[in-house]
């Protein structure tokens, strides 16, 4: 999952950071002579400030209960910082948290820079064989195991029913349907169909798998974000904002994404299960029954959206390690999941969890898993988290009109061959 946050909250965060992490300068522990787990755990966790930070500190807090020689050390990182900030501190040996919440593309980067503790015949993966195979996979590099998945998602159009119910529209299936809603909804209501973000490429890639396309084929070590799909991506997405069909803003999208949307001022967002808990806080959603949701439109290669989701994943540094691995169990747990498909409508990555009281029955759940099931699996490659950045930056000029479709898949394609070095 990927998010943004607020310039105030990042300020708050890094300040608290900055005077409570740092595994590596602290006395660790680890277990008592009669085997009882002490000391302290450093955690970082990079979910929203707001609403998901709430349940999982508390769901930390029941660890400490628990254990309770055990004292957990919850930082809450902005998700845009974390993956650096983790790397920093970890190539310097200090300040790096005994245990990250490492987004899944940041999982083989951190293995292979030797950052990662192996987990595997660790307590960590209690009861592993229950984990989803697509969510396990992100885990695992060059044979090993460096994470346990914690939630699991991909994306869907969220709707608002009442403004579409004065539209008189139905819910789009294609890009083309798209356009012919949002024309609609923008005569008959004067709003605007879709609010597209722009500063953040994630965001991207629905259109890209829509178009038949990917990023890379890591199986032939090629580049083809600059092939004919990835250049027709960008030619849609371009179109949806010049016809007038989508907004689009380049920086802040996460927090003009949300408040246009909670405010009723467009009637579409592309989003994930993420985002759920923070929508209903919008005024527009105060009754839940007016949020709607559906799978992202497809393209002309069919529907596609990214998987994505977090891991729990433990520093090789740790002077903790073995209350790291408990804490990473306890946090992965079918309890613990289960409690935060409630409370967060997050998808579990457990299978047993899913036909438990209060999961099975749960709506976004439901809708999100046959989304989850068949969605996109990003390669599991060292580089997948740093593919990101050079999208973003031409993305955002296709979108702003700072450079064509053409030019920017193949300004991007350059800049990946540059980055992995030998592919073609």
């Known amino acids: 999952m990927r998010r943004g946050i607020t310039a105030t909250a990042l300020a708050a965060t890094l300040a608290l950071a900055a005077t409570a992490c740092g595994s590596d300068d602290e006395s660790g522990s680890g277990k008592s002579s009669g085997g009882e787990l002490s000391g302290t755990v450093t955690w970082w966790d990079t979910s929203t400030v707001g609403s998901e930070d709430k349940v999982f500190k508390k769901l930390a807090e029941g660890f400490e209960k628990k254990h309770p020689k055990v004292d957990v050390k919850y930082v809450n990182v902005p998700f845009g910082d974390a993956q650096n900030k983790f790397k920093n501190a970890a190539q310097s040996g200090s300040g790096a948290p005994d245990v990250i919440r490492s987004e899944v593309a940041w999982t083989p980067e951190f293995a292979d820079l030797g950052y990662l503790a192996p987990l595997d015949g660790t307590p960590a993966l209690k009861n592993d064989k229950d984990f989803l195979a697509q969510a396990a996979a992100s885990t695992k590099y060059n044979g090993k195991t460096y994470a346990a998945p914690q939630v699991i998602d991909s994306m869907g159009i969220f709707y608002n029913k009442k403004i579409f119910k004065d539209a008189g529209v139905e819910v789009p299936t294609t890009v083309d349907e798209l356009k012919t809603v949002s024309k609609t909804i923008k005569d008959k209501t004067g709003k605007t169909g879709l609010y597209l973000r722009g500063d953040d490429a994630y965001w991207f890639l629905s259109f890209l798998y829509g178009e038949g396309g990917n990023l890379v084929d890591a199986g032939s070590k090629t580049v083809t974000v600059d092939n004919a799909a990835g250049v027709k991506a960008m ?67 069919g529907q596609g959206a990214p998987q994505g989701g977090h891991n729990l994943a433990v520093y090789a540094g740790s002077k903790n390690l073995d209350a790291s691995y408990a804490f990473t169990e306890y946090m992965t747990s079918a309890e613990s999941q289960a409690q935060v498909a409630k409370d967060l409508n997050l998808l579990p990555t457990r299978t047993s969890v899913y036909s438990q009281p209060g999961v099975a029955d749960n709506e976004i759940v439901g809708f999100f898993k046959p989304v989850v099931d068949k969605a996109v699996e990003r390669p599991w490659i060292p580089e997948t988290g740093s593919l990101f950045a050079p999208l973003v930056t031409e993305y955002t000029k296709v979108l702003t009109g700072q450079t064509t479709p053409e030019k920017g898949a193949q300004s991007t394609g350059d800049s990946y061959r540059k980055l992995l070095k030998g592919w073609k």
């Open 235 to 301: 030619t849609v997405v371009k179109d949806l904002v010049d016809s007038g069909a989508a907004k689009t803003d380049a920086t802040d999208g996460w927090e003009n994404m949300q408040s246009s949307f909670k405010d009723g001022k467009v009637a579409m967002i592309i989003n994930g299960p993420w985002a759920v808990a923070d929508t209903y806080g919008g005024p527009q959603f105060k009754d839940k029954a007016n949020l709607g949701i559906a799978p992202v439109p497809a393209g002309s290669a």
